[in-house]
């Protein structure tokens, strides 16, 4: 017997036939003598249509109006709250006994960042005990309460938070993932037909795969998975039987290929200022204002100075920061001195990420003879002890992320 | 400057077009210099979806299932969160100052009979804070928080008694009811054409109204606006300036009308019970398994008996436990002894209602003699202080209500 927290995305209970489904995979849990916390998401739709409603109520005649954070959690909180009282009536109705946890209930506790609140700790005494009675915890992810007990939420793809953090709070044995595909993959499947199913992948990895683009899991949900350790599958609500993906420590690992994925993200913009002054202060001069205006600049590459008095200088941040970025640099175009500016949003990173780099010297050379084989211009270079990663026009990324594939033998047999 | 509650109902906020229209009438309120609670329902249809929803989990094939209570509340009370987080939004955008409040924020303390459960207390601190600080309280109706802080429910209708509740807990100097009819009146004007709206009425008169058929106010918030004294007004939505009607001490009416209104249900169901023994403990033998099925009993008639040994007995119900009733008694048959039992459902209760009948001798006679005149049958008869009710057959609900709207005096000129 085991504790263990099980997760549903929207897809997964659009709509009460899919609950119903749900419901069995919960009751076979319980069936194997385990004891469950389950969490779950607005049934599909449900979130797009009041987050709709919020901006009608706050627009009345000014479309660039937002609503109140605080509000806005209230209104999409509903939400999960639905779902999480139909999946217990569910239950109920099939013989398993079961009850809903709202946010505030649990509690999940939050920061005040409405709208993207980070989870502060899941002290989930009386939910714990009402699991370890053998009643199935139905818990609304993505809402927790901040202080001041209004609700919050955790932003969009947050249930995965909530779910692991569950997990941590009432010290599961794992947390399992259910989600539309079957795990997690050397690379998107759609770009690369020979793209693997990986058994295990490492914390590390997975935080790296999810931060530099892959989609299956949210970043935040894989620190906590992380810092708690916590054993964490990926599978599918409609295949559960087959595949899966365990996040786990490293240890667990047997076989470190070099390279153990490869994502992308098409979601960049690059920016360089031309012949900006090349002194001490400058990039504080520039970083400065565009962390003030809220822009979260990725990648930084700075040229050599070729005539001892200038540079020219790039950085990249995601596509929706472009315009404020652009506008923070105008602003403080006295203090920065820039001759001009340029910039392109037709450019993506593509990332090769594995623990085993640690291990493998030479691994970033084969990426960067990979891509010049192919006639890809690198455009700006960043590295970490477990991934490199390339900024490249937007247009060779398939074609990057296959000829990567590839050089790196993870191409399916 | 004074504290006022409003209250709207599911069609004044059925859209984001009619949630600003209200916005515009709680900020009305507030540029006049008051300080506002607004209460408000679930956008009209959504607690029926919701609704629908819970069956539809809870049957799973059965249709006769129906869903875990407690659960089912959390579902249906995310209607009214949605729609106080949308009009808290929408308040903010037009630069009114607001926060929305939940059942369990406020706090709304009811009973645990989750579903209809009854408000006990609303010890609103912090919002009755938050409101003399100049900022609209937006109070989600219909929901409360039962002992061990889960979500209740207080039924259909149940946000008038929410709006009630709250004005009486925040020591409201009126309640302010917005609907779709733009008063309380004399009786139901689609039967009678010449009804008035009443300008004022007296806290007893509307809890018989109410009871007795009304369907403007909900039983429950009249009890509670009564009980402590909250001067309650029923207006109009859509033209909020005109008319009205104040819910008020009955030294408050100056001119006082033998009847001051008119009431009727279809909603009976008589049963009769033939040749039942004429001895102590028969009515007991009858009435407890009755009471025992969840079945209340309203009007009860017993014939003088004719041969000193057996008599005839007739009682209503409402028609939803009619089957109930039949069954309870067919059970206890050994106990009852009746020789035959008939019942019809094919009845209506029509009641007159006024304060000023206790200063008023043969104001029920007067009724006698109308439906007599008009040759209509009076099958039971039930009367207290201030109302007489007598069950007719439903064919003639209009007539005698037109009828008695005229010789009332009643009918406007």
């Not at 400058?282 to 040229?303: C, E, H, R, T, W």
Request: aromatic share 4%; with cysteine; proline share 3%.
């Amino acid at each position: 017997m085991a504790t263990i927290a099980m997760k549903f995305g929207g897809t997964s209970v659009a709509d009460i036939e899919r609950i119903r489904h749900v419901a069995t995979l919960v009751k076979r849990e319980v069936e194997r003598g385990n004891q469950v916390a389950v969490v779950v998401s607005a049934m599909a739709g449900e979130t797009n249509k009041l987050v709709a409603w919020t901006n009608e109520a706050a627009h009345g005649g000014n479309n660039l109006a937002i609503p109140d954070q605080r509000e806005y959690d209230v209104v999409v909180a509903a939400g999960e709250q639905i779902t999480a009282g139909l999946l217990a009536i569910t239950l109920n109705a099939m013989g398993v006994k079961a009850r809903s946890w709202l946010g505030w209930q649990v509690p999940i506790n939050t920061s005040a960042v409405h709208g993207s609140a980070r989870i502060e700790g899941v002290p989930a005494t009386d939910m714990k005990r009402a699991i370890e009675n053998g009643e199935v915890a139905v818990v609304a992810g993505f809402q927790g309460v901040a202080p001041g007990t209004r609700i919050s939420t955790l932003g969009r793809g947050g249930s995965d938070t909530s779910a692991v953090a569950v997990a941590a709070g009432i010290g599961a044995a794992r947390c399992d993932i259910y989600t539309d595909v079957d795990g997690v993959y050397t690379t998107d499947p759609r770009i690369v037909p020979k793209a693997r199913r990986l058994e295990k992948i490492a914390y590390e990895e997975m935080l790296e795969m999810a931060s530099l683009g892959a989609k299956v899991l949210q970043t935040r949900s894989v620190e906590i998975a992380m810092l708690h350790r916590v054993p964490t599958r990926v599978l599918s609500t409609f295949t559960p039987d087959v595949g899966g993906t365990l996040l786990c420590d490293e240890e667990d690992i047997v076989e470190k290929k070099p390279v153990t994925g490869i994502a992308y993200s098409r979601d960049e913009a690059k920016i360089t200022l031309h012949k900006v002054p090349d002194r001490p202060g400058v990039s504080a001069a520039i970083f400065g204002p565009l962390a003030d205006a809220g822009v979260n600049v990725d990648m930084i590459v700075q040229n050599v100075s070729e005539d001892g008095e200038t540079t020219d200088l790039t950085f990249t941040c995601t596509r929706g920061e472009l315009t404020r970025a652009l506008a923070a640099i105008e602003t403080h175009a006295k203090d920065i001195q820039y001759r001009a500016v340029t910039h392109t949003a037709d450019v993506a990173k593509v990332s090769i990420i594995g623990i085993g780099m640690r291990a493998h010297p030479g691994v970033a050379q084969l990426m960067f003879r990979t891509l010049a084989d192919k006639g890809i211009n690198i455009e700006v270079i960043s590295t970490s002890e477990i991934k490199v990663s390339v900024l490249i026009a937007e247009e060779y990324v398939e074609l990057a992320v296959r000829a990567l594939h590839s050089a790196y033998e993870l191409d399916a047999a």
